[in-house]
């Protein structure tokens, strides 16, 4: 393909996507293929010759377009968004187009530099104090990831890297049983081990669903008597299954007390702190973490993939990763290599598209969605709880909620989630509450209207029909 024809198809590529995004409201959200076909209608070896572009996007729209699970349908209901803002989109192509590798301040200054100044600008919008410096992940599971491996270090006073951990005493990690599972794999990954993360149960809320804190403190002590060797606490805010939020305060004040390391996994629901009304409830105390995660690319409208983390101080990390052969060095003046924060060495140039989603939509448009799909969450869960086919079970925690169809076991449960995403108007999940199963609904999608919010409700009413 020469540059000319690059031009062309781009410009056909530029058209096909507005066009997709004009009209995804009349495609069903969930992919309505069967395990295997789209395997079944590639060829089973690959071309000798090249093949024409005209045959390649018309094979696009035919085995490809069927087999997708539309994310930016604004009935995407399920899990939480992987938003696409158009500006992030277009920040997206150039990207692709400049296709630098910014590992290095010298590799790429723009991202290097750009970086730092987008994660001040969040840092600002989530009212996090000055001090806290950061870098762009892919996403919370490597955030979460580089903080277990932080905490590991320190607590071996920097000997796990260079030693390996064998005979040097069992770690312990702590955090609430509402975490998400990627905290669970980073301790497998740091070698820390399944059972020595200890997961504590909810406290007395009764709405928050939070870390027991006096749970917490026993458990420490427990463990501390029994020869473990205690190395961070993982709190949550805004947790996957139900929302669940810890107590920012009492949490810090124990880790302060032990001396432990901490990391606060606020992936989805960190993106609404930009509206200084949620503040109170869901971030007071916050400054006070170590490590700090949230995903741009879920609620605030980034393209996949974006994940900023905030640190306290990001030195830790960096003794943690940063590995510096001759050739990754650079001459002069002391510069920020962000690959020595995050466990890739490889980086793409992620604070482009920040720079062009805050600029298009200003924070107060960003503002707006949030705050809308917060309050459509509270009316819809009220009133799927005057229906008498429903009851919620968890109350709206911002845009999440959870219910359930009255009289049915969890098989019922499961079979109305399937009839529903079957039917290709809305897609929704289900979770587990006191090992229940209940249906998972978060409003969150970039475009999602009042009318969106209506149409879901009617075919909740519509279908929970025999």
Same mark, same amino acid.
Request: charged fraction near 20%.
């Given at each position: 393909?020469?540059?000319?024809?690059?031009?062309?198809?781009?410009?056909?590529? &530029?058209?096909?996507?507005?066009?997709?995004?004009?009209?995804? %409201?009349?495609?069903?959200?969930?992919?309505?293929?069967?395990?295997?076909?789209?395997?079944?209608?590639?060829?089973?070896?690959?071309?000798?010759?090249?093949?024409?572009?005209?045959?390649?996007?018309?094979?696009?729209?035919?085995?490809?377009?069927?087999?997708?699970?539309?994310?930016?349908?604004?009935?995407?209901?399920?899990?939480?968004? &992987?938003?696409?803002?158009?500006?992030?989109?277009?920040?997206?192509?150039?990207?692709?187009?400049?296709?630098?590798?910014?590992?290095?301040?010298?590799?790429?200054?723009?991202?290097?530099?750009?970086?730092?100044?987008?994660?001040?600008?969040?840092? =600002?919008?989530?009212?996090?104090?000055?001090?806290?410096?950061?870098?762009?992940?892919?996403?919370?599971?490597?955030?979460?990831?580089?903080?277990?491996?932080?905490?590991?270090?320190?607590?071996?006073?920097?000997?796990?890297?260079?030693?390996?951990?064998?005979?040097?005493? %069992?770690?312990?990690?702590?955090?609430?049983?509402?975490?998400?599972?990627?905290?669970?794999?980073?301790?497998?990954?740091?070698?820390?081990?399944?059972?020595?993360?200890?997961?504590?149960?909810?406290?007395?809320?009764?709405?928050?669903?939070?870390?027991?804190?006096?749970?917490?403190?026993?458990?420490?002590?427990?463990?501390?008597?029994?020869?473990?060797?205690?190395?961070?606490?993982?709190?949550?805010?805004?947790?996957?299954?139900?929302?669940?939020?810890?107590?920012?305060?009492?949490?810090?004040?124990?880790?302060?007390?032990?001396? #432990?390391?901490?990391?606060?996994?606020?992936?989805?629901?960190?993106?609404?702190?930009?509206?200084?009304?949620?503040?109170?409830?869901?971030?007071?105390?916050?400054?006070?973490?170590?490590?700090?995660?949230?995903?741009?690319?879920?609620?605030?409208?980034?393209?996949?993939?974006?994940?900023?983390?905030?640190?306290?101080?990001?030195?830790?990390?960096?003794?943690?990763?940063?590995?510096?052969?001759?050739?990754?060095?650079?001459?002069?003046?002391?510069?920020?290599?962000?690959?020595?924060?995050?466990?890739?060495?490889? %980086?793409?140039?992620?604070?482009?598209?920040?720079?062009?989603?805050?600029?298009?939509?200003?924070?107060?448009?960003?503002? &707006?969605?949030?705050?809308?799909?917060?309050?459509?969450?509270?009316?819809?869960?009220?009133?799927?709880? &005057?229906?008498?086919?429903?009851?919620?079970?968890?109350?709206?925690?911002?845009?999440?909620?959870?219910?359930?169809?009255?009289?049915?076991?969890?098989?019922?449960? #499961?079979?109305?989630?399937?009839?529903?995403?079957?039917?290709?108007?809305?897609?929704?999940? =289900?979770?587990?509450?006191?090992?229940?199963?209940?249906?998972?609904?978060?409003?969150?999608?970039?475009?999602?209207?009042?009318?969106?919010?209506?149409?879901?409700?009617?075919?909740?009413?519509?279908?929970?029909?025999?």
């Amino acid at each position: 393909m020469n540059w000319d024809e690059f031009e062309h198809w781009g410009a056909h590529i &530029a058209r096909w996507a507005a066009d997709y995004h004009k009209g995804i %409201r009349d495609l069903p959200v969930r992919a309505q293929t069967e395990q295997g076909d789209i395997a079944a209608a590639l060829p089973v070896t690959p071309p000798e010759a090249g093949e024409a572009m005209e045959q390649i996007i018309a094979d696009f729209e035919r085995i490809v377009m069927p087999g997708i699970t539309h994310w930016q349908h604004p009935r995407f209901f399920a899990y939480f968004p &992987a938003n696409a803002a158009p500006p992030s989109m277009l920040a997206e192509m150039l990207v692709s187009t400049i296709a630098a590798q910014s590992m290095l301040w010298q590799t790429s200054p723009a991202a290097t530099e750009m970086e730092g100044v987008m994660i001040d600008w969040l840092r =600002q919008a989530l009212g996090l104090p000055d001090g806290f410096k950061g870098v762009i992940q892919d996403s919370a599971s490597s955030a979460t990831l580089s903080a277990v491996l932080t905490m590991r270090e320190i607590a071996l006073n920097w000997r796990g890297n260079k030693e390996g951990l064998s005979g040097l005493g %069992r770690l312990r990690i702590y955090c609430s049983q509402e975490v998400h599972s990627s905290v669970d794999r980073a301790i497998w990954v740091a070698g820390i081990g399944q059972d020595n993360l200890v997961k504590i149960g909810n406290g007395t809320s009764g709405h928050a669903y939070e870390m027991d804190t006096e749970e917490l403190a026993a458990r420490i002590t427990q463990d501390r008597a029994a020869g473990y060797i205690p190395a961070g606490i993982i709190a949550i805010t805004g947790g996957t299954g139900i929302g669940a939020y810890d107590f920012h305060h009492p949490v810090l004040a124990i880790a302060k007390a032990e001396g #432990l390391y901490t990391h606060l996994d606020a992936a989805w629901a960190g993106a609404a702190m930009i509206c200084p009304e949620y503040r109170d409830e869901f971030w007071a105390g916050v400054e006070g973490y170590d490590s700090i995660v949230f995903n741009p690319h879920k609620w605030l409208g980034a393209q996949f993939d974006c994940s900023v983390q905030f640190l306290r101080d990001p030195q830790h990390q960096i003794n943690t990763l940063k590995i510096e052969p001759e050739y990754l060095k650079t001459a002069g003046a002391p510069v920020t290599n962000y690959s020595e924060w995050t466990i890739p060495l490889g %980086r793409r140039f992620r604070a482009l598209k920040l720079w062009f989603l805050i600029r298009s939509y200003g924070l107060e448009g960003l503002r &707006a969605r949030i705050r809308n799909h917060v309050d459509w969450a509270h009316s819809l869960a009220a009133r799927l709880d &005057a229906h008498p086919d429903f009851e919620v079970v968890t109350q709206p925690i911002l845009s999440l909620f959870t219910f359930k169809v009255m009289g049915r076991d969890d098989s019922g449960q #499961l079979a109305f989630v399937e009839r529903l995403n079957n039917d290709g108007r809305i897609y929704i999940t =289900q979770t587990r509450v006191k090992g229940a199963v209940v249906i998972r609904f978060q409003i969150g999608q970039f475009d999602c209207s009042k009318d969106d919010i209506n149409t879901a409700y009617d075919v909740l009413c519509e279908l929970v029909k025999p």
